[in-house]
T-cell receptor, first 112, second 113 residues
């Protein structure tokens, strides 16, 4: 199974600032996924990140707001830009390995 | 498009009660179906899965059967414990080359001693 770590685990940020979340996997994976879980809500896919190419964003999410980097097969970052209170959520990194999907512990973001 | 509809929560039961959490889906092709669980303060974990019609996934006393005719994947457990208190998510993966999951809205389960 894949073991995923995320940093930071939580943060409180002021509106208008940006936060970069890091995701590290203990093995090489082709695709990494970033999800958002708003308070009391289900998980929504933000984007899919492949190594060496631009991320593919889901409807309602744009690169200017959520830029993603994927410099190698074990690491990715998601930046939440120009934050507003509506961005307060848990952000989760996820990978697929041997048809199983694994999730990181999440980054709990609060925007004040 | 693909979607998952789960039983509205929250659900509160007494210990040793029988549990059913309903899940129905809409999908193109032949989806794989999953139940994920999120315990308080923890990350999302795969609970069980089924990849084709009539498959039964099971784990930790939980079961769910992939019913193509009713497009359902209901989660059941015969005797719940306090430690089963968590949020449960039904999810599917479908489509050519699909890797991403589509989740239901989640059902919060509380088990009282």
């Amino acid at each position: 199974s894949a073991v995923i770590s995320q940093k930071p685990s939580r943060d409180i940020c002021q509106r208008g600032t940006s936060l970069t979340i890091q995701c590290q996997v203990d093995s090489q994976v082709t695709m990494m996924f970033w999800y958002r879980q708003q308070p009391g809500q289900s998980l929504t896919l933000i984007a899919t990140a492949n190594q060496g190419s631009e991320a593919t964003y889901e409807s309602g999410f744009v690169i200017d707001k959520f830029p993603i980097s994927r410099p190698n097969l074990t690491f990715s970052t998601l930046t939440v830009s120009n934050m507003s209170p509506e961005d307060s959520s848990i952000y989760l990194c996820s990978v697929v390995q041997a048809v199983e999907q694994y999730f990181g512990p999440g980054t709990r973001l609060t925007v004040t | 498009g693909n979607s998952v509809t789960q039983m509205e929560g929250p659900v509160t039961l007494s210990e040793e009660a029988f549990l059913t959490i309903n899940c129905t889906y809409t999908a193109t092709g032949y989806p794989s179906l999953f139940w994920y669980v999120q315990y308080p303060g923890e990350g999302l974990q795969l609970l069980l899965k089924a990849t084709k019609a009539d498959d039964k996934g099971s784990n930790k006393g939980f079961e769910a059967t992939y019913r193509k005719e009713t497009t359902s994947f209901h989660l059941e457990k015969g005797s719940v414990q306090v430690s089963d208190s968590a949020v449960y998510f039904c999810a599917l993966r479908s489509g050519e080359g699909a890797q991403k999951l589509v989740f239901g809205q989640g059902t919060r389960l509380t088990i009282n001693p």
